[in-house]
């Protein structure tokens, strides 16, 4: 009967999820105007979405053909239904957010407090639509296969690994389309619009704005939601399969333990999204308080969970230490990325002397940010293997996931409250109404520094709980396999995983390079061409723009996508698969580091140009300020293409290691 | 007997370093006024060995009193000579390398041939000292301590290895401190002369000039070579200790053979230099045959020691492998940073759209450029050991660095063209002499290529090689240690490894930023105060810059080198043997993969820059030359400070272990 609560949750969310939609839907929307520039960016993002999930439904299919070929037919079911719940999560998360947009900003025209809830529970369609659809897709496979295979837990189990390889795959192939499409246009509204003719951020007569708003959307939105679907997916795939070796000693409530924690999780997610209401006078504290209940509700759970249903509280301890962790780095990378802090102070000051000593600075912190928190990690994985052994680091980890839908929901909050302000802006709105937006704007950027620490910390453990059940799935017959790095062969395996995550990355860079440079000629023709352009006489020509990040996102997200699903079957077909462990591992913790490094160093670069915006070093127009921008654009492909693509990289290719791991035995 | 042929080949060596030196210093000066710039350079940079080494010295007997009191006083000894050889290579090589700059410069006045073999002979006094010294000092400390010791090779090697860790440590503080040095003074002077106040590099009027000029000797020389010689040293060290067991199969001559073959490569590399004769009017050509010679002459060396000596045909096979795999990485790295191919030219046109997108593009071809050079690598560990074993990646890497002499000579080289060209642009110069020197510095850069892509093929080998003789050294009685990655508290080691290597270069860089923007500020200031100086009727304050980048660089090089010493012993203390090696690994893994990453990201920006200059969109004063310049200081402390240093690190932190792992037993 256990089987069945996730189901039953994952049913509750979704009702929950309809609930938030249609009562976010309902709201005003604004003037005619407001409505108008909203519909382009709606229209456009859909339009986008559309193609890219064409795209990918072709590799979707073409990898399910081979996954049934050699692992069978359930394999091939879970494989399709793991990427369609990622992109539907994603799409249906995206779309609420570009109608809680417009319903911001016009909710900001009468209370800060209606535009807050609006904003928040906006981004809570993603929140909850990502983890309810995930323990309902893994809990009802599970119970689906164990009743087809007859009661047998891990044959079940073998054929739900390939939902998380679907959810890595779909998950990939959105972050990269989708930050290309939104960086690219980011860079061309800026470099042109705000530095070569000198007009505002968001200004209607850019002829990238509408592009940068759609990528807002496609990027950061469903670009996130869908990593996060697969970190949430894969961590509890893995840490099931390890439940198995642990049925001894637990029975089968070690595989269940990650599942129904998650969807207690769930619950405790719903019950925090509800407490974000309108009468508030201070949104920073009311978020505050959402994330705290859903932390400390989820700490019961687990307490009942591991103490009542497993008789270990070591598992409560580890997940606690989990949960601490979280909070630990979201911290580090609010140092190192907050305006408050010296890191970026520094890069701000090293902007007098110039573009170059910016950009030097900001690399600087962004390879410093990378420390703290991989040692964090590392005493989290070293704390939770001494209190409650290898079963302990993943119920670790399950601390830490336990809280993706609030994370998230706060994560999407900032998109759409960045929308708000630049609908807002494009709609020419007061000045008062545009200040309060300001605020959530404000709020969604410290948000923004938790989730992203969230979302490495998230993506280093579950690749090593999927490393530790690829380890598990390769021993024979209940003897551990030992991967010795005095073997030159793991040598080899070590060192090619690693230097993939850095032919990745450039790859990821170089992509939003090219996109933006075309972008930039493009948006400097059409200022140069369009009489009365600059004037406001005449309109942009949106639509090329938004074609430009259109068709290079759709091209470019592939070949990096091909190769991170290549690589570990070529090194597995000649190598074994002990080097092919070497190589997960190598790329995770390399890909993880390039992660860190780059989020932050794009987040400090970003946070320095605002500080100076804000007065510091001569303010806006300053020598300083344009320094800073050449900075702020270096780190966008760094912190929004990348880095983030990183986070799914390292879980792809250990999942895909684990789906093919039997051909190479 | 055959211990006393290193001795002797040394002996021979350090003779003929004193023939070059002398048949350079003997050479015309050129001008009154080329002296004087010259003394300037020369004072100036003695000056600053003269405080580096002082500085040096306190940790160095700080540390040689704990390696006394831990492992014994020959210990203490081989670690102070391993030093104190290291300081007096890179001193007798940069003193040389001051004195033939100006000579090669007035040489130029006369026969180009005859500039060419002034450059390449004071490059070679460099080349010679460093092979010379190290054969010289560890085959004396073996032949030595093996009479002391009664004839014993385990207890002799055990004493040597800190001759090792003398090199590394004494190396890293001069590769930092030079690497500083060099980039705030090279930044200072092009961002405000070149950039703001628009005068042409090397121009007498710019305050930072002087000390731009000594940076180049104290950083790219003396570092370098300091790097080279510790590569040289650590790698024969590592596979003497790794010939211990392979006794049973070769007898002694297994501990011999490293020693025995880089003696004999010293031979080949006095042969090749003498080819440098001053009939030449090809210089490329010339440089080529002296390259061709060395190796051909290595070759039949390693063909007589493996197949007669040891008797093991494979060994030469896995020498040559190695010495084709220098090679090929030297192709690479020449494709990524050439002005002639893909590359380069993306950044070039990457510099239309402005600075920010000429440093993403660049920063992409320096992250994507990891990658084959690792495969590379990758390769030769793999069909080495598939070919002769763990010894066959040692003998792989004696094949690489059998040439050190010869690309020393060719690298330092680089600098005193570089040097000469400036002091023929300081003394006002003709043209034609310049543009004679012009095709020097091409030729230097070409080298310099293939030295980096060499360098670092170096120093990942050649810490393998120490990790493989560190795995010997924690094996207990004859049985391997495995070193399992499933084990958590391994990937922990893995993880902290790798994330120091990030903080390491963070260190690096940020040092070189702040000694950077209060240079730029200080030039800046002369620029506005001092009356006459932009019209050069005034003197510019040398001076002041020279102490600026020497009182930074002394007090930025101590933090990163202490951490590198000390991370490594808290890690063997707080985990143990096993893990400290997982620690070596991650380090080396991702230190490797960054310096190549930072060296090549800078090569190819700088040849970006260099290659607009030479007319491309516009050419120099254009805004795509602008964005380059902004790209080229962006890649300077990433190529001559972080990335360098990195290679010494990954020994560094391998041959700490190597020391003081008896502890940790």
């Not at 859909?46 to 081979?66: D, E, G, H, P, S």
């Not at 999560?89 to 800060?112: D, E, H, L």
């Not at 070569?196 to 469903?222: F, K, L, M, T």
Request: aromatic fraction near 8%; charge should be negative.
């Amino acid at each position: 009967m256990m089987e069945l609560v996730p189901v039953i949750i994952g049913v509750i969310a979704l009702a929950f999820v309809q609930f938030l939609y249609y009562s976010v839907s309902r709201e005003d929307a604004g003037t005619e105007q407001m409505r108008e520039i909203a519909s382009y960016i709606q229209e456009g993002a859909n339009a986008y979405m559309k193609r890219q999930y064409t795209t990918i439904a072709y590799f979707i299919l073409a990898l399910a053909v081979v996954i049934g070929v050699t692992r069978g037919s359930l394999s091939a079911l879970s494989f399709l239904i793991g990427s369609g719940l990622s992109l539907t999560a994603a799409f249906i998360g995206m779309n609420a957010a570009t109608r809680a947009n417009v319903r911001t900003a016009a909710a900001a025209m009468k209370s800060p407090g209606k535009a807050l809830r609006i904003a928040f529970w906006g981004g809570a369609v993603m929140g909850v639509a990502i983890v309810g659809l995930s323990v309902l897709g893994i809990g009802g496979l599970y119970a689906a296969f164990k009743t087809i295979l007859g009661g047998a837990e891990e044959a079940a189990l073998e054929a739900i690994v390939p939902f998380g390889l679907g959810a890595s795959l779909a998950a990939l192939f959105a972050q990269l389309g989708g930050g290309i499409y939104t960086k690219a246009a980011d860079i061309g509204a800026d470099l042109v619009g705000k530095v070569e003719v000198g007009i505002p951020e968001d200004d209607p007569r850019n002829p990238a704005v509408i592009a940068d708003q759609v990528g807002d959307n496609v990027g950061d939105c469903a670009g996130r939601g869908a990593d996060l679907f697969e970190s949430f997916s894969d961590n509890i795939i893995g840490m099931m399969i390890l439940g198995l070796a642990f049925m001894t000693k637990y029975g089968e409530a070690g595989v269940l333990f990650p599942l129904l924690a998650e969807s207690l999780g769930v619950l405790s997610t719903i019950v925090a999204i509800l407490l974000i209401r309108e009468e508030t006078d201070n949104p920073v504290k009311t978020i505050n308080v959402a994330l705290l209940t859903a932390g400390v509700l989820n700490a019961v759970a687990f307490y009942f969970l591991a103490d009542r249903m497993l008789g270990d509280p070591a598992l409560f301890e580890s997940a606690i230490l989990g949960l601490a962790a979280s909070l630990f780095v979201g911290l580090i990378v609010q140092y190192y990325t907050g305006t408050g802090y010296r890191p970026v102070r520094d890069i701000a000051d090293a902007s007098r002397f110039g573009p170059a000593l910016n950009v030097i600075t900001g690399l600087s912190v962004g390879l410093e940010s990378a420390f703290l928190p991989l040692i964090v990690i590392s005493v989290v994985v070293a704390a939770a293997y001494f209190l409650a052994g290898l079963y302990g680091i993943a119920a670790a980890t399950v601390g830490i996931l336990s809280t993706t839908g609030i994370i998230m929901a706060s994560d999407t909050f900032g998109p759409i409250s960045d929308n708000a302000a630049g609908i807002a802006e494009m709609s020419g709105l007061s000045d008062e109404i545009r200040s309060s937006l300001d605020v959530l704007d404000a709020v969604g950027n410290t948000t923004k520094a938790i989730t992203k620490g969230y979302a490495m910390a998230c993506a280093v453990l579950s690749a090593f709980v999927l490393f530790a059940a690829y380890l598990q799935s390769i021993s024979s017959g209940g003897s551990a396999v030992a991967i010795d790095i005095g073997d030159p062969y793991i040598l080899v395996g070590l060192i090619l995983g690693g230097t993939l995550a850095f032919l990745f990355s450039a790859m990821a860079i170089r992509a939003v390079g090219r996109t933006a440079s075309e972008m930039v000629a493009e948006v400097r023709r059409q200022f140069r061409e369009i009489p009365g352009l600059l004037e406001g006489k005449a309109k942009p020509d949106y639509a090329k723009a938004v074609d430009i990040s259109t068709r290079h996102a759709l091209r470019e997200m592939i070949p990096p996508t091909l190769i991170t699903l290549a690589a570990p079957i070529l090194v597995g077909a000649a190598f074994g698969v002990k080097p092919l462990g070497a190589f997960i591992v190598g790329g995770t913790i390399v890909g993880g580091l390039l992660a860190v490094y780059m989020i932050n160093a794009g987040g400090a670069l970003d946070n320095a140009k605002k500080l100076i915006e804000s007065g510091l070093h001569g303010g806006k127009g300053s020598d300083a300020h344009k320094a800073a921008v050449v900075g702020d654009t270096v780190g966008d492909p760094l912190k929004d293409t990348a880095g983030p693509s990183l986070h799914i990289f390292v879980k792809l290719i250990t999942i895909v290691a684990l789906t093919f791991a039997p051909l190479f035995l």
